[in-house]
């Protein structure tokens, strides 16, 4: 079973930039689609970004196209996500997870393994 731990979160300027980081353990991550979500307050958790098992193929939100970029490591069991070009709207608890499957997915119930969320906070 994979287990995951986000980090790279914290306070940002309109405008700056940050990377988010995720750590797997377990020895079948690089068979799995992997997905960073996110959840504002008040508001239900929503697909950010995914990748596939071998990085071949990525999808992301609207409101983060062109400005979030997801990749992998698979030697170093890892997911990254570069966040440019902040806005206050992106402020939120972020999730990585593991897909149950070799793609990655916009839909949370595609995902069995989460992490405990890293907090992003963009100060306008």
């Known amino acids: 079973q994979v287990q995951l731990v986000e980090s790279g979160g914290g306070l940002v300027q309109a405008g700056g930039s940050l990377r988010l980081s995720c750590t797997a353990s377990?020895?079948?991550?690089?068979?799995?689609?992997m997905g960073w979500f996110r959840q504002a307050p008040g508001k239900e958790r929503e697909f950010v970004s995914a990748?596939?098992?071998?990085?071949?193929?990525?999808t992301y939100a609207d409101s983060v196209k062109g400005r979030f970029t997801i990749t992998r490591d698979n030697a170093k069991k890892m997911v990254y996500l570069q966040m440019n070009s902040l806005k206050p709207e992106d402020t939120a608890v972020y999730y990585c997870?593991?897909?149950?499957?070799?793609?990655?997915?916009?839909?949370?119930?595609?995902?069995?393994?989460w992490g405990q969320g890293t907090q992003v906070t963009v100060s306008s």
């Open positions: 377990g020895s079948t991550f690089s068979n799995y689609g």
């Open positions: 997870a593991s897909s149950k499957g070799p793609a990655g997915g916009r839909y949370s119930w595609m995902y069995n393994v």
């Open positions: 990748i596939s098992f071998n990085s071949g193929s990525t």
